[in-house]
T-cell receptor, first 111, second 116 residues
Framework: GDSVTQMEGPVTLSEEAFLTINCTYTATGYPSLFWYVQYPGEGLQLLLKATKADDKGSNKGFEATYRKETTSFHLEKGSVQVSDSAVYFCALTSGNTPLVFGKGTRLSVIA | ETGVTQTPRHLVMGMTNKKSLKCEQHLGHNAMYWYKQSAKKPLELMFVYNFKEQTENNSVPSRFSPECPNSSHLFLHLHTLQPEDSALYLC???????????????FGPGTRLTVT
């Protein structure tokens, strides 16, 4: 079945550092890919998405590019802030299946 | 109210109690979902409803009983729970005419459940 693998956390960075959170997937067909973020005490929020190969999703300074050849959707941000501290989830759907989530990666940004 | 709301936000219950979690979406969506989020475990999809019909039940124990009276409201009825059922229960909705999750889901803030 479909699956998502993300890098284990926690990830701790200093403010203004570069962020990469790796995400790879296994899916039948051509899935849509998502990054969700969960801030402390809240539910998940959609951060960005990409629906076809080579699409780049972006939001709030975060970016991820749908790489079909490497089955990856890595999340990047050039300069993180303390307010970016949260848990980040990579997810996919093949269009006829419910969303499949990765285990989540906790990011802590220190001033 | 906008988005997806859940009540209560926190719930403590004994193993012999019966309680219900409520979810309401104000987005005009037609699909709703219950997830369980436990510490150090992946998000677990429990139930999916599309146009009030249950389309997914991922081998959830019968002590969890969902109810979807209309496309805006979703309940999770709880009875004789176990301590390992303590978790954050998240509700989500999506605009999904196919009955599956080809569209992004919008989540509520969750109910933090503790079973004593």
């Amino acid at each position: 079945g479909d699956s998502v693998t993300q890098m284990e956390g926690p990830v701790t960075l200093s403010e203004e550092a570069f962020l990469t959170i790796n995400c790879t997937y296994t899916a039948t067909g051509y899935p849509s890919l998502f990054w969700y973020v969960q801030y402390p005490g809240e539910g998940l929020q959609l951060l960005l998405k990409a629906t076809k190969a080579d699409d780049k999703g972006s939001n709030k300074g975060f970016e991820a590019t749908y790489r079909k050849e490497t089955t990856s959707f890595h999340l990047e941000k050039g300069s993180v802030q303390v307010s970016d501290s949260a848990v980040y989830f990579c997810a996919l759907t093949s269009g006829n299946t419910p969303l499949v989530f990765g285990k989540g990666t906790r990011l802590s940004v220190i001033a | 109210e906008t988005g997806v709301t859940q009540t209560p936000r926190h719930l403590v219950m004994g193993m012999t109690n019966k309680k219900s979690l409520k979810c309401e979406q104000h987005l005009g969506h037609n699909a709703m979902y219950w997830y369980k989020q436990s510490a150090k475990k992946p998000l677990e999809l429990m139930f999916v409803y599309n146009f009030k019909e249950q389309t997914e039940n991922n081998s959830v124990p019968s002590r969890f009983s969902p109810e979807c009276p209309n496309s805006s409201h979703l309940f999770l009825h709880l009875h004789t729970l176990q301590p390992e059922d303590s978790a954050l229960y998240l509700c989500a909705s999506s605009q999904d005419p196919s009955g599956r999750s080809s569209y992004e889901q919008y989540f509520g803030p969750g109910t933090r459940l503790t079973v004593t």
